[in-house]
T-cell receptor, first 110, second 118 residues
Framework: QKEVEQNSGPLSVPEGAIASLNCTYSDRGSQSFFWYRQYSGKSPELIMFIYSNGDKEDGRFTAQLNKASQYVSLLIRDSQPSDSATYLCAVNRGNNRLAFGKGNQVVVIP | DTEVTQTPKHLVMGMTNKKSLKCEQH?????MYWYKQKAKKPPELMFVYSYEKLSINESVPSRFSPECPNSSLLNLHLHALQPEDSALYLCASSQDMTSGMSGANVLTFGAGSRLTVL
């Protein structure tokens, strides 16, 4: 089992809709979790970080963490064409060593 | 200033060349990182410096040599690279390496240096 799995293929959503991304992780002891957005040819930029079970909201973005089920998700509300990017889930393996999932490509269709 | 600056943005080198990638941050962060990202793959950790000392080396080949001259600068020296080393090299920094829940461990990435080895 991979440390961090993002299994969904490219996600196409209409403008204004909700995009939902999921990520599972294998190390039950992981404490901190991150969502990064990466535009093609650019570097990752932080969207959200979450440490506690439950929801964390920041503008149009909501991260959800369920440590018992070992998954973390990201919701993007009112999706905009500028949200079209690859979204990387990252899990702290300890000593701040991040393990990244392979990413989910999101395409927002105007 | 909330940026991590990397130079050069692009680098082409032959397998016998010696070159260096540079990274600078002025956020007062005490942990700095090198990641490697190949096309359509996630970033992979290479090295971590904490308080200017090498803390983590993820079994990186010796043809990659990191250096941290001071708390603001991080270099990656390159020698005798192979074409398969062609990738985007990302520098990142964080306040420190704690795994706590204060946000101090959030990584800020630079724009990257795209390396092509011929």
């Amino acid at each position: 089992q991979k440390e961090v799995e993002q299994n969904s293929g490219p996600l196409s959503v209409p403008e204004g809709a909700i995009a939902s991304l999921n990520c599972t992780y294998s190390d039950r002891g992981s404490q901190s979790f991150f969502w990064y957005r990466q535009y093609s040819g650019k570097s990752p930029e932080l969207i959200m970080f979450i440490y506690s079970n439950g929801d964390k909201e920041d503008g149009r973005f909501t991260a959800q963490l369920n440590k018992a089920s070992q998954y973390v998700s990201l919701l993007i509300r009112d999706s905009q064409p500028s949200d079209s990017a690859t979204y990387l889930c990252a899990v702290n393996r300890g000593n701040n060593r991040l393990a990244f999932g392979k990413g989910n490509q999101v395409v927002v269709i105007p | 200033d909330t940026e991590v600056t990397q130079t050069p943005k692009h680098l082409v080198m032959g397998m016998t060349n010696k070159k260096s990638l540079k990274c600078e941050q002025h956020m007062g962060h005490r942990a700095m990182y090198w990641y490697k990202q190949k096309a359509k793959k996630p970033p992979e950790l290479m090295f971590v410096y904490s308080y200017e000392k090498l803390s983590i080396n993820e079994s990186v080949p010796s043809r990659f040599s990191p250096e941290c001259p001071n708390s603001s600068l991080l270099n990656l020296h390159l020698h005798a690279l192979q074409p398969e080393d062609s990738a985007l090299y990302l520098c990142a920094s964080s306040q420190d390496m704690t795994s706590g829940m204060s946000g101090a461990n959030v990584l800020t990435f630079g724009a990257g240096s795209r390396l092509t080895v011929l």
